[in-house]
């Protein structure tokens, strides 16, 4: 577990920035999100495909796959486009919707077991996501976080079909399928909105691709060196990564009411995790 946990942090804070390279290409650069969010797709699964295991191919035809890769492609796009007019920290906020609508469709479609409290903290962490997205009359929040609230909510049936589908096949090789299946649905689009090439665009398109990629593995790393049960709750340190990438980069930090919500999304994520 000692060893796990710095790998967590590390695989935390790469997700973060990956999406900070991201919102400079589209909110500086005016690079369009779809184009972001199919290149690191394909950057993605070129950096995969070296060490993919035995058996990996003929997954490709699996429909649950392609599937499960379209949730990811609709919401990564959807978080890229957030992220052109939004504050990284209140996006990550509102996409934090995602794992409490996973917990609402395991316990619907793959009869997960519901208990009381969970269901409290998961109405808390949703109550903390409405304190930064505060939508209605009166709201502050621009229309680019109902983008990241959608981006949540894929990402939360994204997270349900991934534990439908976990025995499928080896963590790289499912990693490998999402990531090429994306980048394949995402083709056309992605071409039809080709940027000026440029080395600052292509540097961020990279490191865009390359965070995110290395991220997510680190992630697989720690789970194959603690139980997930005590690394769930580290997920949440991505907030505070974004907090700080949000004021190193871009000078932005979040109002009061955002902080609040902040507060209780960790609280009430760490909290369900340790029930788990």
Same mark, same amino acid.
């Given at each position: 577990?000692?060893?796990? =946990?710095?790998?967590?942090?590390?695989?935390?804070? $790469?997700?973060?920035?990956?999406?900070?390279? &991201? *919102? =400079?290409?589209?909110?500086? %650069?005016?690079?369009?999100?779809?184009?972001?969010?199919?290149?690191?797709?394909?950057?993605?699964?070129?950096?995969? %495909?070296?060490?993919?295991?035995?058996?990996?191919?003929?997954?490709?035809?699996? *429909?649950?796959?392609w599937l499960r890769a379209a949730t990811l492609a609709a919401g990564i796009t959807c978080i890229q486009t957030a992220l052109q007019t939004e504050d990284i920290?209140?996006?990550?906020?509102?996409?934090?919707?995602?794992?409490?609508?996973?917990?609402?469709?395991?316990?619907?479609?793959?009869?997960?077991?519901?208990? %009381?409290?969970?269901?409290?903290?998961? %109405?808390? &962490?949703?109550?903390?996501?409405? !304190?930064?997205?505060?939508?209605?009359?009166?709201?502050?929040?621009?229309?680019?976080? @109902?983008? #990241?609230?959608?981006?949540?909510?894929?990402?939360?049936?994204?997270?349900?079909?991934?534990?439908?589908? +976990?025995?499928?096949?080896?963590?790289?090789?499912?990693?490998?399928?999402?990531?090429?299946?994306?980048?394949?649905? !995402?083709?056309?689009? &992605?071409? @039809?909105?080709?940027?000026?090439? +440029?080395?600052? =665009?292509?540097?961020?398109?990279?490191?865009?691709?390359?965070?995110?990629?290395?991220?997510?593995?680190?992630?697989?790393?720690?789970?194959r060196s603690a139980p997930a049960t005590r690394l769930a709750p580290l997920v949440y340190f991505q907030l505070i990564a974004a907090v700080l990438l949000g004021? !190193?980069?871009?000078?932005? $930090?979040?109002?009061? @009411?955002?902080? #609040?919500?902040?507060?209780?999304?960790? #609280?009430?994520?760490?909290? +369900?995790?340790?029930?788990?």
């Open positions: 577990m000692q060893r796990a =946990i710095p790998i967590m942090f590390i695989a935390m804070s $790469l997700i973060p920035a990956g999406d900070s390279a &991201g *919102k =400079i290409l589209t909110g500086s %650069l005016g690079v369009a999100p779809v184009f972001v969010a199919w290149s690191r797709f394909a950057i993605g699964a070129l950096l995969v %495909l070296p060490f993919l295991p035995g058996g990996t191919w003929p997954l490709m035809r699996d *429909k649950r796959l920290a209140n996006v990550f906020a509102a996409f934090f919707i995602g794992p409490m609508f996973s917990y609402l469709l395991a316990a619907l479609f793959l009869r997960e077991r519901i208990t %009381l409290l969970r269901s409290a903290l998961i %109405l808390a &962490g949703f109550f903390g996501v409405l !304190l930064v997205v505060r939508p209605g009359v009166g709201g502050t929040a621009g229309s680019g976080l @109902l983008f #990241a609230v959608a981006a949540g909510l894929f990402y939360g049936v994204f997270l349900t079909m991934s534990r439908w589908l +976990s025995d499928l096949a080896p963590p790289l090789a499912l990693t490998f399928t999402q990531l090429a299946m994306s980048a394949l649905m !995402l083709l056309p689009l &992605g071409l @039809l909105n080709l940027p000026d090439a +440029s080395l600052p =665009i292509a540097g961020l398109a990279g490191a865009s691709a390359l965070f995110s990629m290395l991220g997510n593995l680190l992630l697989l790393y720690a789970y004021l !190193l980069l871009f000078n932005t $930090l979040p109002d009061a @009411l955002t902080w #609040a919500g902040l507060a209780v999304i960790i #609280a009430a994520g760490i909290t +369900s995790a340790r029930l788990r």
